[in-house]
């Protein structure tokens, strides 16, 4: 069974930090692309940012480029993003997903920034 559990999110001030993580089981994590995508409220499935099976292959999205970092443990079959200046309108609930459009993608985990 394919499962994907992030965890890291919460409530920060403008111009902090968080770090998320998604542990998970169930596929060959090493083989894969892995995806952060978001959804700020009333909108659709953001993507945030992508890595390539080795790690050495990060893309994102314009808007958090420079600010957020990707990476991946495949010892730990675990995903990170690592963000940083945070912003108010990086408001939205984080996935961790498997492919970019999110068809298989975890539960979620909510990252608010306060003004």
């Known amino acids: 069974q394919v499962q994907l559990v992030e965890s890291g999110g919460g409530l920060v001030h403008a111009g902090g930090s968080l770090r998320l993580s998604c542990v998970t089981s169930?596929?060959?994590?090493?083989?894969?692309?892995m995806y952060w995508l978001r959804q700020a409220p009333g909108k659709g499935l953001e993507w945030v940012a992508s890595?390539?099976?080795?790690?050495?292959?990060?893309r994102y999205t314009d808007s958090v480029d420079g600010r957020f970092t990707i990476s991946r443990d495949d010892a730990k079959n675990t995903l990170y993003l690592e963000m940083n200046r945070l912003r108010s309108d990086d408001t939205a609930l984080y996935f961790c997903?498997?492919?970019?459009?999110?068809?298989?993608r975890g539960q979620g985990t909510q990252v608010t920034v306060t003004p």
């Open positions: 890595i390539d099976q080795g790690g050495t292959d990060t």
């Open positions: 997903a498997r492919d970019s459009e999110g068809a298989v």
């Open positions: 169930g596929f060959m994590f090493p083989f894969y692309w």
